[in-house]
């Protein structure tokens, strides 16, 4: 059974950092575009940064420059690191295809900012 699995999340004070990771479990990876995607609590679920299977990056302006995403295709991994991390980046973030036909989406790895 395909599925997606995040982890990485936890509790981290303003400023801190946070590393991200998905794995795949299917086939083809290296021929997705894969997104980070992230849910804060009463808010609609929004794409925060993709990589193509090129290697092309794009970010939403809120974490250009703070964020960063990877993908190492040989473990069919998609990474998000976090810098710089503001209590407004609380939420649930999930990965998942860049596209309009996706995958099931995995649970998510919270992610909570706060002093």
């Known amino acids: 059974q395909l599925y997606l699995e995040e982890s990485g999340g936890g509790l981290v004070q303003p400023g801190g950092s946070l590393r991200l990771s998905c794995v795949y479990s299917?086939?083809?990876?290296?021929?997705?575009?894969m997104a980070w995607y992230r849910q804060a609590p009463g808010k609609q679920r929004e794409l925060v940064a993709s990589?193509?299977?090129?290697?092309?990056?794009n970010y939403i302006d809120a974490v250009q420059g703070r964020f960063t995403i990877s993908r190492d295709n040989a473990k069919h991994t998609v990474y998000l690191q976090m810098n710089s991390l503001k209590p407004v980046n609380t939420a649930v973030y999930y990965c998942?295809?860049?596209?309009?036909?996706?995958?099931?989406w995995g649970r998510g790895t919270q992610v909570t900012v706060s002093s």
């Open positions: 998942n295809r860049d596209a309009k036909v996706q995958f099931t």
């Open positions: 299917g086939n083809r990876f290296s021929l997705f575009d």
């Open positions: 990589i193509f299977s090129g290697g092309t990056t």
